[in-house]
């Protein structure tokens, strides 16, 4: 996947001397494998709710950011990360009441069927775990991903991670399919592709002596462009799966803790209760937690015949920074926000739009919108170029997004749960001039 909206240093020249000075200096410590978002990388100093500045005083509205879920420095989150990190962090080999309690909260928001909750500290950890029980529970070894998928960056799932690029290698106990496209196949054939397309792979995996032990999926196909309708189509696939002896594993660090609005996680809009569930960013408000729910089942015999130990998963300090973002998220509404300043933006997004041939189509749930740039609607060839000029003609008017799918021509808008809507309007009028000063072909 192209990043667009990637930094090219070939136009350092057009930086003031101290950022051209700071990139030199980070490209000589960090190395060449790291980028910088933007045309003009941005030198980002303070934060609040949906605001960033940088250092010269500009102000930014954060559309794009869901690890700071509930806003950049959300005073409650920050005083109860402050608080228990004044009085206790260790490990979990000790009692503590906080990842108790915090297990006990986060399961209840989910069906009954998903009994335990194991902590991680990232989401790439929190899918190599459930892959490993994955593994140990079916005694296989193939997995089935989405062509552009992201499911993080350990050895491990790196290879379940498409989207990485060519150096992350896929060996033959992993397949693709094509994510679902809202703008080939029609809403009410999208279950049926899908599952057909899973059918196919699983047969290939097959032929070469390898049986699937999982489907891994973003509930959203964030990665893969953002395709979280029509509701129910993923339900066909995650049936062929368990027909097919494997397991279904639902990746919500995307559309989890109320994301899309109309279900505080992704998979409850397909009807669904997966065998697992991983979470990452948005669990801690930017502070590190993440973890893996599952069927008890599943990870009896893994547990008792090996053991799982994790230094600063469901520490003391990231046990209170979840119980803050849940707080955060029941106390003002932000589930219900959501839905409503989600759906003012998407229908903001289809007026603004509507009679341009270079848009393809609007789409999303809740607040995870995208927008898909085309040369023409007749053929809805990807436009990336279209992309990028969106993407940092909005971060020079003070608008941050980002864009993805395989042609790296849609754009991602994806704000804190906390946008309201003078500040949704404030986007709706930036991306509507972005749009206006499109150079004419």
């Known amino acids: 996947?192209?990043?667009?909206?990637a930094y090219d240093a070939a136009r350092a020249s057009d930086l003031d001397p101290e950022d051209r000075a700071l990139i030199a200096r980070r490209a000589k410590v960090l190395g060449p494998a790291y980028r910088l978002f933007y045309d003009k990388p941005l030198h980002i100093v303070r934060s609040e709710g949906v605001w960033l500045w940088d250092k010269g005083g500009k102000k930014y509205l954060d559309a794009y950011n869901n690890v700071a879920s509930v806003g950049h420095c959300h005073p409650h989150v920050v005083g109860a990360i402050v608080?228990?990190?004044g009085v206790l962090n260790t490990h979990?080999?000790?009692?503590?009441?906080?990842?108790?309690?915090?297990?006990e909260r986060l399961l209840a928001t989910m069906p009954d069927a998903l009994g335990h909750v194991m902590f991680t500290c990232t989401g790439s950890e929190a899918n190599d775990l459930a892959l490993r029980i994955a593994r140990s529970y079916t005694q296989r070894q193939g997995v089935i991903v989405t062509r552009l998928a992201y499911h993080g960056l350990t050895e491990a799932v790196s290879e379940l991670s498409p989207s990485l690029g060519d150096l992350a290698s896929r060996g033959p106990r992993v397949r693709l399919i094509d994510a679902p496209n809202a703008l080939s196949v029609r809403p009410q054939e999208q279950g049926?592709?899908?599952a057909t397309d899973l059918a196919r792979a699983i047969a290939q995996i097959r032929s070469d002596g390898i049986e699937p032990a999982a489907f891994i999926v973003d509930t959203v196909f964030s990665s893969d462009g953002l395709y979280p309708d029509p509701a129910g189509?993923?339900?066909?696939a995650v049936d062929l799966i368990r027909a097919e002896g494997g397991i279904f594993i639902a990746d919500e660090v995307q559309p989890g803790f109320g994301r899309t609005g109309d279900a505080f996680w992704g998979f409850q809009r397909h009807g669904l209760v997966p065998d697992m569930v991983t979470m990452g960013k948005p669990m801690g408000n930017g502070f590190p937690v993440s973890g893996v729910a599952m069927r008890p089942e599943l990870v009896k015999?893994?547990?008792e015949r090996g053991r799982y130990f994790n230094t600063f998963g469901g520490n003391p300090v990231a046990s209170a920074a979840g119980m803050a973002v849940l707080d955060v998220i029941e106390?003002?509404?932000?589930h219900a926000n959501s839905a409503q300043i989600g759906g003012f933006l998407k229908d903001g997004l289809k007026e603004i739009t509507a009679r341009r041939g270079d848009i393809g189509d609007v789409r999303g749930a809740g607040l995870f919108l995208a927008v898909e740039c085309v040369t023409d609607r007749n053929t809805n060839t990807p436009d990336a170029a279209l992309a990028g000029f969106v993407v940092n003609h909005l971060r020079?008017?003070?608008v941050l997004i980002s864009a993805t799918g395989p042609g790296a021509n849609i754009l991602k808008i994806r704000p804190p749960l906390v946008l309201k809507q003078p500040e949704a309007q404030l986007f709706l009028d930036a991306i509507s001039s972005a749009f206006d000063a499109v150079p004419s072909h």
């Open 1 to 5: 996947m192209t990043m667009v909206n």
């Open 83 to 85: 608080g228990q990190l």
């Open 92 to 103: 979990t080999r000790y009692l503590h009441e906080g990842v108790v309690r915090y297990a």
């Open 192 to 194: 049926a592709r899908f």
């Open 233 to 236: 189509f993923l339900k066909p």
């Open 301 to 303: 015999e893994f547990g």
């Open 331 to 334: 106390d003002e509404g932000l």
């Open 396 to 398: 020079q008017n003070g």
